[in-house]
């Protein structure tokens, strides 16, 4: 009698231990969401540039706040094995930590659909925090990118 193969314990491979996206066709949809967070440590100089609008390139927040959405809504032609969701919600918000020289970014993302839209909030933030990083590298060639997490995921 040939042994049966164990079972893959990561989700995105098969049996044969190669990736593949996973099936979701057999579930029923519900209203999922995900917030995720991050944040961009730079001077002190920086900081107050970004925080008074003073950057040459422009409005720093508003524009990462669009590239936010825009990233999320595109995560799935950014990282082979996510499904394309169609997102009902995507929100990303900025709070300002002047002790630290901070930004802190995060993000919501909601839709109601057959997976979870972790990759999409996390993507958003990512995205977000690069485009603050672009945007302000003029400024301060240092800066520095940490603590891009999962808060909380729903189903």
């Known amino acids: 009698m040939a042994a049966r193969k164990p079972k893959p314990i990561l989700s995105h491979v098969d049996a044969g231990g190669k990736a593949a996206m996973v099936d979701v066709s057999a579930k029923l949809p519900s209203a999922r969401s995900a917030r995720a967070e991050g944040r961009i440590c730079m001077s002190a100089a920086a900081f107050a540039a970004v925080r008074d609008n003073t950057l040459a390139k422009g409005d720093v927040l508003g524009v990462a706040r669009v590239a936010g959405v825009m990233a ?67 400024a301060d060639k240092a800066m520095h990118i940490e603590g891009v997490r999962l808060l909380e995921k729903r189903k």
Do not use: N, W
């Open 72 to 138: 999320a809504k595109r995560t799935a032609e950014l990282i082979p094995l996510c499904h394309p969701l169609a997102l009902t919600d995507v929100q990303v918000r900025f709070t300002l930590e002047p002790a630290a020289s901070a930004i802190r970014c995060e993000s919501e993302v909601r839709l109601h659909g057959v997976t979870g839209v972790e990759m999409e909030a996390l993507t958003a933030v990512s995205v977000a925090l690069l485009t603050v990083y672009d945007m302000t590298k003029s």
